[in-house]
């Protein structure tokens, strides 16, 4: 299958084909990292104003990556649950999922995104910088864990 065949498209937090993919990412991230060092996200927190769930879906409408965008502030954003499953790496799928949260965060009028990902995570950590995102110190919850990285990225406004 290409990336082509599967299309990103706005996702229900309540969905269990989020939960599938929710719980495979803390899964899989609790093989990296300790229990205290995985930030999760309730669904519910997804489905408030400013806020956007993102999923990827094959075209039998199986649901094989996501990404989420939770409000900090008025102009300030969080990426949260980036994840493709393993099967479908590799076909830009992740990428795919950032732009559209990028371009719904510029949407809402966020001029900044914020986001926290793990030092043994190179792939993600490569995405971001992609992007432009640019390391900063840990904020919030992820200020005194020692496996935490944060990124930042001010986003174009029409305004300048």
């Known amino acids: 299958m290409t990336t082509d065949e599967v299309r990103i498209e706005p996702g229900d937090p309540a969905d269990p084909a989020f939960a599938r993919l929710h719980e495979a990412l803390d899964r899989e991230l609790g093989e990296l990292y300790p229990a205290d060092s995985i930030y999760s996200v ?11 769930l993102l999923l990827g879906r094959t075209a039998d409408g199986q649901a094989v990556a996501c990404g989420a965008l939770r409000r900090l502030s008025d102009d300030q954003a969080e990426i949260k649950r980036m994840y493709v499953v393993p099967k479908y790496r590799g ?3 992740g990428r795919r999922i950032l732009e559209g949260l990028e371009a719904r965060a510029a949407a809402f009028g966020y001029r900044s995104l914020r986001l926290e990902t793990g030092e043994r995570q190179p792939a993600a950590i490569g995405l971001y910088r992609s992007f432009g995102y640019v390391q900063i110190p840990c904020y919030n919850e992820y200020a005194y864990d ?5 990124f930042e990225k001010k986003l174009e406004t029409d305004g300048g």
Do not use: I, V, Y
């Not at 309730?42 to 956007?52: N, T, V």
């Not at 020692?146 to 944060?150: A, G, I, M, Q």
């Open 146 to 150: 020692p496996h935490s990285l944060c």
């Open 42 to 52: 309730e669904p519910d927190k997804l489905d408030a104003p400013g806020c956007c």
């Open 91 to 93: 076909q830009a799928l």
